[in-house]
């Protein structure tokens, strides 16, 4: 059997590398590199972005819900009010008469005024309730504020890679870079303010 010819295949990998190198095969590579990590962090805080507007805009349903019942509360609280008044003028026109009014009036005189003093109860704790949602929602927005920063910032920073890739200017990757590096802190500060 005839023996093989050997190619000198480790020449032929110097010899690409250099040409490689020549034409920015490194200076590539690490764009690439950059700008898909560039790419992950954006994902993972478009995600956080629509996750926070998702549970605000979910707290702001449950704030508008909590708002409704409080009203509901306040006009029943009312409508005893006028049903304790009504209740008292009765009694006074038995009085103006010079007459002893039924017990009946000041009876309901007094459970209506208990009851509304119940209602008020459950009117100001679905208030605070509601505020609590409210506050809640508020902070999940800024949150949301915060990683749709950093995903635009992101977007710039992978931009910036592309055309540095194009122009194979390193001035543009470290710019690409720096605005990376600005995404991130606005990443960070999201995550921990959440």
Same mark, same amino acid.
């Given at each position: 059997?005839?023996?093989?010819?050997?190619?000198?295949?480790?020449?032929?990998?110097?010899?690409?590398?250099?040409?490689?190198?020549?034409?920015?095969? #490194?200076?590539?590579?690490?764009?690439?590199?950059?700008?898909?990590?560039?790419?992950? %962090?954006?994902?993972?805080?478009?995600?956080?972005?629509?996750?926070?507007?998702?549970?605000?805009?979910?707290?702001?349903?449950?704030?508008?819900?909590? !708002?409704?019942? +409080?009203?509901? !509360?306040? +006009?029943? &609280?009312?409508?005893?009010? %006028?049903?304790?008044?009504?209740a008292d003028a009765a009694r006074a #026109?038995?009085?103006?008469?010079?007459?002893?009014?039924?017990?009946?009036? #000041?009876?309901?005189?007094?459970? &209506?005024?208990?009851? !509304?003093?119940?209602?008020?109860?459950? #009117?100001?704790?679905?208030?605070?309730?509601?505020?609590?949602? !409210?506050?809640?929602?508020?902070?999940?927005?800024?949150?949301?504020?915060?990683? +749709?920063?950093?995903?635009?910032?992101?977007?710039?920073? =992978?931009?910036l890679g592309a055309v540095a890739a194009?122009?194979?200017?390193?001035?543009?990757?470290?710019?690409?870079?720096?605005?990376?590096?600005?995404?991130?802190? &606005?990443?960070? =500060?999201?995550?921990?303010?959440?």
């Amino acid at each position: 059997m005839p023996e093989a010819s050997e190619i000198e295949t480790e020449k032929l990998h110097e010899a690409i590398e250099e040409e490689l190198e020549k034409e920015g095969g #490194a200076f590539l590579r690490n764009i690439a590199l950059t700008t898909a990590l560039l790419a992950a %962090l954006a994902a993972i805080a478009s995600l956080r972005a629509g996750g926070t507007v998702n549970e605000a805009l979910r707290l702001e349903t449950a704030a508008t819900r909590l !708002q409704a019942e +409080a009203s509901d !509360q306040w +006009a029943h &609280y009312q409508a005893k009010g %006028l049903k304790g008044a009504v209740a008292d003028a009765a009694r006074a #026109a038995w009085l103006a008469a010079g007459k002893a009014p039924p017990e009946e009036h #000041a009876a309901k005189a007094e459970r &209506y005024a208990r009851e !509304q003093e119940e209602i008020q109860a459950k #009117a100001r704790e679905l208030e605070a309730e509601r505020d609590a949602k !409210q506050r809640e929602a508020a902070h999940l927005m800024h949150l949301h504020h915060s990683f +749709a920063g950093a995903v635009a910032l992101f977007q710039v920073a =992978i931009a910036l890679g592309a055309v540095a890739a194009l122009t194979r200017k390193r001035l543009v990757w470290l710019g690409s870079m720096a605005v990376g590096l600005a995404g991130v802190a &606005y990443l960070l =500060i999201a995550l921990v303010g959440g």
